[in-house]
């Protein structure tokens, strides 16, 4: 695994797949790599998210309270472009936003510290992407923002075309 370090602290992990006659074997976890990186991460819970058309957004989510999650995130089908949000108000990245265009044949893991909201907007039909967490979902400290606040100017790469009612009825940060 190689890490890359992003402008905001999060990582872009690139995997390196073993290929044969047989197909590929790719490692998506190693708890001494990711240490050796300075990121102690404990995985607690994971979903998979299927998606049915391009320009589906969900998002931008984060916690209202301790404890803060670290995610990881792997494309495994189509594309799409994440964004996280600096939401620590003591960072000098505070509000600050960061996007990435994942594929599913780039076999990259990007990993979100602590402290920042995501969003995911698809860029293909039937995307299928993964997330792990260090911490359970806990529905009474969910919260987010609208992807289009005026507050972040979130250039997104493709039109937004499907947003759930909750993720519409969110409101300006504050």
Same mark, same amino acid.
């Given at each position: 695994?190689?890490?890359?370090?992003?402008?905001?602290?999060?990582?872009?992990?690139?995997?390196?797949?073993?290929?044969?006659?047989?197909?590929?074997?790719?490692?998506?976890?190693?708890?001494?790599?990711?240490?050796?990186?300075?990121?102690?991460?404990?995985?607690?819970?994971?979903?998979?998210?299927?998606?049915?058309?391009?320009?589906?957004?969900?998002?931008?989510?984060?916690?209202?309270?301790?404890?803060?999650?670290?995610?990881?995130?792997?494309?495994?089908?189509?594309?799409? %472009?994440?964004?996280?949000?600096?939401?620590?108000?003591?960072?000098?990245?505070?509000?600050?936003?960061?996007?990435?265009?994942?594929?599913?044949e780039d076999e990259k893991l990007? %990993?979100?510290?602590?402290?920042?909201?995501?969003?995911?907007?698809?860029?293909?039909?039937?995307?299928?992407?993964?997330?792990?967490?260090?911490?359970?979902?806990?529905?009474?400290?969910?919260?987010?923002?609208?992807?289009?606040?005026?507050?972040?100017?979130?250039?997104?790469?493709?039109?937004?075309?499907?947003?759930?009612?909750?993720?519409?009825?969110?409101?300006?940060?504050?």
């Amino acid at each position: 695994m190689k890490f890359i370090k992003t402008r905001l602290g999060a990582y872009i992990i690139e995997l390196e797949p073993r290929k044969d006659d047989r197909g590929q074997l790719v490692r998506t976890w190693s708890k001494d790599e990711f240490d050796q990186n300075g990121i102690n991460l404990d995985l607690l819970q994971g979903y998979i998210s299927y998606t049915k058309k391009k320009g589906t957004m969900r998002g931008i989510h984060y916690r209202t309270d301790q404890p803060y999650v670290a995610q990881l995130t792997k494309c495994i089908t189509g594309s799409y %472009y994440e964004v996280i949000v600096d939401l620590r108000p003591e960072s000098k990245n505070f509000k600050k936003w960061e996007g990435f265009e994942i594929h599913a044949e780039d076999e990259k893991l990007l %990993y979100i510290p602590e402290g920042f909201g995501h969003a995911v907007l698809t860029l293909e039909d039937d995307t299928i992407y993964m997330d792990y967490y260090n911490g359970f979902y806990r529905p009474e400290i969910e919260s987010g923002i609208r992807y289009n606040d005026p507050a972040f100017n979130i250039s997104w790469p493709i039109d937004v075309k499907v947003v759930s009612d909750k993720d519409k009825s969110r409101e300006n940060y504050k």
